[in-house]
């Protein structure tokens, strides 16, 4: 069965920094590319960037390019965002979701993708 988990999400300040970490189980990070995505209330889901199962290359969209990275620990069978000088408009439930072909073209439309977590919630507030 897969699973995936996220953890580490939080109040954070305006500038500030937080990790957040996603737990895969029932499925090998090696065929499984990893994505990032976020929804705010109201808004619709939307893209943050992924890690390729293939070579490890992450992609991150326009709006967090820059600011955030993601990365991955194979023998954890875990992927990270970190997100770092976080703005109000970062406020959002954060998932990660697997699929064995993750594409900028998923990141622009929300998905789809063939497993998803819970999500975290990220609060950004002064």
């Known amino acids: 069965q897969v699973q995936l988990v996220e953890s580490g999400g939080g109040l954070v300040q305006p500038g500030g920094s937080l990790r957040l970490s996603c737990a895969a189980s029932?499925?090998?990070?090696?065929?499984?590319?990893i994505g990032w995505f976020r929804q705010a209330p109201g808004k619709q889901r939307e893209g943050v960037g992924y890690?390729?199962?293939?070579?490890?290359?992450?992609y991150l969209t326009n709006v967090v390019r820059g600011r955030f990275t993601i990365s991955r620990d194979n023998a954890k069978s875990t992927v990270y965002l970190q997100m770092n000088s976080l703005e109000p408009e970062g406020a959002a439930v954060y998932y990660c979701?697997?699929?064995?072909?993750?594409?900028?073209?998923?990141?622009?439309?929300?998905?789809?993708?063939?497993?998803w977590g819970k999500g975290t919630l990220v609060t950004v507030s002064s």
């Open positions: 979701a697997a699929d064995e072909d993750i594409t900028s073209a998923t990141m622009m439309f929300g998905g789809p993708a063939d497993y």
């Open positions: 029932g499925l090998s990070l090696d065929s499984y590319s």
């Open positions: 890690i390729s199962s293939s070579d490890d290359n992450t």
